[in-house]
């Protein structure tokens, strides 16, 4: 079958029509991954007979998901539901508290760093403005802040859980990219996902600035800091077990995966927040979460498969750079092309679609594929917490029982919070690269 799509021509109609027929499908509100493989089946029905189109197609999805680096997926989003479940949350929430509580919007502080330490336990956005959110919301208004304001904190926060390892959104752009090395990926991730953390705090105590306090009391006690990092540092110890597995070369990433999910088992069981009667739902729960993602992953690597058959990315290469051939310039417009796609895309359909298109451009120019992963995540991330698509946007909201056109203006500050983050960690990638370089990646 390839070799006889590869014998016939690559004709602009289909592209056109792949383009409009996607357009279209996403404009009747079929789902994203519904539209992406029946766009895909129509553009090869257009160029062979239908019957070996969609059979084409269906391999296409099918032959995508036979990965053994892709089990880390499930399995992190299993140890993700666990660790929700079984208290890891509550703790970390007091430990940051303790921490930075008392200084002048001190909870808006705790938020971010919460979401930041349980986003490198669960590895989800959603999971961490769920979480985190239904704890802190209520704590923050019972302080006085503004219930759009906490909102608003807990939307661009929960991202953050996408740049800090372990991440599920780094191990799709490994697949994507050909096998970018997932370690590499999720040491460069740590630095700027603590960049965008410490972004969101500044922009959270300028919003803040000559208002009361709103903090959390007096200064903590050493006692109290020493009792609360007990209590959380076991909770902290699955990223640690984590990349220091990986790292060290004890096991994969999908092996690590493995192991988080039997670490956050244990933690929640000796906790005792977590029972036997509780783990049918929550696999149930995972399993849910992972057939939405692996059919995106199937129904976007189809779609990709299309896309170079007709040979787009190279079309896109040689149009870009017949613009400029200047790093910065194209990077510059990847940017904003990333930044308009996340908008209306969910992550992991975008980093299926789009690595493959402007990968090879930024690499011919000679950025690292590791420093563009984390570049092409941080731009999506923003387009989780914007209208009309926003996945966190939508989950922020209903944790904090309020609506969209709410939020959407005290969110301005913390979304151009992330926009600097972005700028200065695509250019200046040592940010992303120091680590991985560090430990020989």
Do not use: K
């Not at 895909?40 to 999805?61: D, E, F, H, K, M």
């Not at 004890?250 to 000796?270: D, N, Q």
């Amino acid at each position: 079958m390839a070799a006889d799509l590869a014998a016939r021509g690559h004709p602009v109609n289909e592209t056109l029509l792949l383009g409009a027929s996607f357009a279209l499908l996403l404009l009747a509100r079929v789902p994203v991954a519904f539209a992406m493989g029946s766009a895909a089946a129509l553009a090869l029905c257009a160029q062979i007979p239908a019957g070996p189109a969609l059979v084409t197609s269906a391999q296409r999805i099918a032959t995508s998901l036979d990965s053994f680096p892709l089990l880390a997926i499930p399995l992190f989003i299993l140890a993700g539901q666990l660790a929700n479940r079984g208290g890891t949350a509550a703790r970390l929430i007091e430990l940051a508290r303790t921490l930075v509580g008392s200084a002048r919007g001190g909870l808006a502080h705790v938020h971010v760093i919460a979401s930041m330490l349980f986003g490198a336990i669960s590895g989800s956005a959603v999971a961490t403005a769920s979480a985190v959110g239904a704890a802190m919301g209520p704590r923050m208004e019972a302080e006085g802040y503004d219930r759009d304001f906490t909102a608003s904190v807990n939307i661009a926060s929960a991202t953050t859980g996408l740049v800090i390892p372990p991440s599920n959104v780094l191990i799709v752009y490994s697949l994507a990219s050909g096998g970018t090395s997932i370690a590499a990926l999720f040491l460069a991730g740590y630095l700027p996902g603590l960049l965008v953390g410490l972004t969101l705090m500044a922009a959270a105590a300028l919003v803040l600035r000559g208002r009361d306090a709103l903090g959390d009391g007096a200064a903590p006690r050493e006692r109290q800091i020493s009792r609360h990092l007990l209590a959380a540092l076991p909770g902290l110890g699955l990223p640690v077990l984590v990349m220091g597995g990986i790292i060290g070369g004890l096991f994969t990433a999908t092996e690590a995966s493995g192991a988080a999910v039997l670490y956050a088992m244990l933690l929640g069981l000796v906790y005792g927040e977590l029972g036997w009667r509780d783990l049918p739902e929550i696999l149930l729960d995972a399993a849910t979460t992972t057939g939405i993602v692996m059919l995106l992953i199937g129904t976007s690597a189809g779609l990709s498969w299309v896309l170079a058959y007709d040979r787009i990315p190279e079309q896109v290469a040689a149009a870009v750079l017949a613009v400029s051939q200047e790093p910065v310039a194209v990077l510059l417009l990847v940017n904003l092309t990333l930044l308009a796609v996340g908008t209306f895309m969910d992550i992991t359909p975008a980093v299926l679609i789009f690595t493959p298109i402007f990968l090879p451009v930024v690499t011919a120019l000679g950025v690292d594929p590791i420093h563009f992963g984390v570049v092409m995540v941080m731009n999506l991330c923003i387009g989780l917490c914007t209208p009309p698509v926003g996945t966190v946007l939508f989950v922020g909201c209903a944790v904090a029982r309020t609506e969209v056109g709410r939020v959407v203006r005290p969110l301005v500050p913390m979304v151009l919070a992330m926009l600097g983050a972005l700028l200065v960690v695509t250019f200046v990638p040592e940010i992303s690269l120091w680590l991985p370089g560090l430990v020989g990646r």
